[in-house]
């Protein structure tokens, strides 16, 4: 009895008894701790990986968005991964291209290997990134530099140019807004003729009224700057033409075409103007790109921007291209020259003065075609029935006036040929005038693609049914190998195509 109340004793005291249930709990709140604790250094270690993959893809995609960047963004980023040693985190990488716009979003995501976790039964911990970067051009100028020479007229080219410039225009209104967007139409053959108004304000105030060229000087083709000071308005004349008969002397092929589809159309946002300009484009003469490319330079250069000033009080451009063209390093600005040929080089030509000039002739006229010509005092031949009187009848022509009427070679042979049958009548005749052959003009084209390119302008070129000569004219002319497009027959409708999706994916390798 006495041992048995001894062990219940005991029993109860060790139930009463509180000591080490100290230890019991500080257990279980050292392995919180440590749950914890691990918690927060795993965190640490998926923030410290999540850091490194979110800040490689910044990168990434701020280089993929590069408006400049000349490879494939999906590759830029995707080599971003490569190099830091995380392919296998990238999960998604979307590119979005407008015209004017470039977009690229991309997600990644990467286990971290859990440390103290893998206690609450967790052995990884996500670490994901994800970000996007957008760079956009918000004004675009665009040179179409077209060429319209004589041979443009044949084998359908002139109809299938037509088409895909038509093309081309509609291309670039379906992906920018008109206030967003400038389109000049160059077309040139043998000259550029500027127009009455772009001419005018060009300064080209002092001479004739019926055609407005310039003639330009060679350093002109050395920057796409062309000031409206200085410049010399061409002569109005026909070069070569020779009727023979005296009844029908005219000059209904000037070097600088009055026609109105052969004038420039400058700074337009209207697509229905542009593509009526393309629509009645017409062919005729020589071949001048380098005058071509020049003036669709000189468009797309800040220093046009008190003509376009002009223009616009005139009513001839719209008021959304208000403090155009855009300076060169405008940062959301993008300027593109457009340069069409079918051949190469050929020649033009510039009268000599006093022959360019309003200067009085020593021409008379009396009526329609009643001409007489000062040959000395009260010396007069009189053309019509080749007779001499002491004084001529009628109005004394200015130069400029007497080529409006007959082309150089006309006047050659009827006012003076004519006079004694002298043979050296084609002296007299090229005396008049200067020719610029194709290897000048091929300079003279190498010079202002140089100076088109060094202003951050993109040339795009297309060489159809062209020579070899021509074909390495226009590559040399071309931003890269890339922008130069040699084409057949109806393959002009593609590179047009091409050239507006390039501009569209903003892929400029400069």
Known sequence: MIRVLSTRQGLGRLRRDESGSVIIFSLFVMVIMLVVGGLGVDTMRVEAKRNHLQSTLDRAVLAAADLQQSLDPETVVRDHFAKAGLS??????????????????????????????RMAGIDTMPAPAAGSATESV??????????????????????????????????????????????????YSTQVNLGRDLGRQYGLLGGHDYSYCVDLPPTAYLTTAQLPVGLIQAGHFEANTNSGSYGSMRNNNPVCRTD????????????????????????????????????????????????????????????????????????EGMKVLVVMTDGENTRDYTLRPPYNTIAP????????????????????????????????????????????RMSIGEHAHHLRYRQNYNSLVKDYWNSIYDTTWSTQKDLRTKAICAAARANGIVVFTIGFEVDAHAAGVMADCASSPSHFYRVEGLEIASAFTSIATQINALRLIQ
């Open 88 to 117: 296998d985190a990238l999960q998604e990488v979307e590119v979005i291209n407008t015209l004017n716009s470039r977009t690229v979003r991309a997600s990644a995501q990467m286990p971290v290997p859990a440390t103290f976790l």
């Open 138 to 187: 918000s004004d675009i100028e665009i040179g179409l530099v077209l060429d319209v020479s004589g041979s443009m007229g044949s084998n359908n080219r002139l109809t299938r140019l037509k088409s895909a410039g038509a093309e081309f225009i509609d291309t670039m209104f379906a992906s920018v807004l008109p206030e967003n967007l400038s389109i000049s139409i160059v077309p």
């Open 260 to 331: 109105s589809p052969f004038e420039v159309m400058a700074w337009s946002n209207d697509r229905n103007a542009l593509q009526s300009k393309i629509a009645n484009l017409s062919a005729s003469g020589w071949t001048s790109i380098e005058m071509g490319v020049n003036w669709g330079a000189a468009l797309l250069d800040p220093t046009a921007r008190g003509v376009l000033n002009g223009m616009l009080g005139l009513g001839r451009v719209s008021g959304d291209l208000s403090g155009w063209p855009r300076d060169f390093n405008h940062p």
């Open 361 to 404: 002739s020593d021409v008379w006229l009396d009526g329609t075609d009643d001409y007489y010509v000062y040959v000395a005092p009260l010396q007069y031949f009189r053309a019509k029935d080749r007779t001499w009187v002491t004084a001529p009848r009628g109005t004394r022509l200015s130069w400029a006036e007497l080529f409006n």
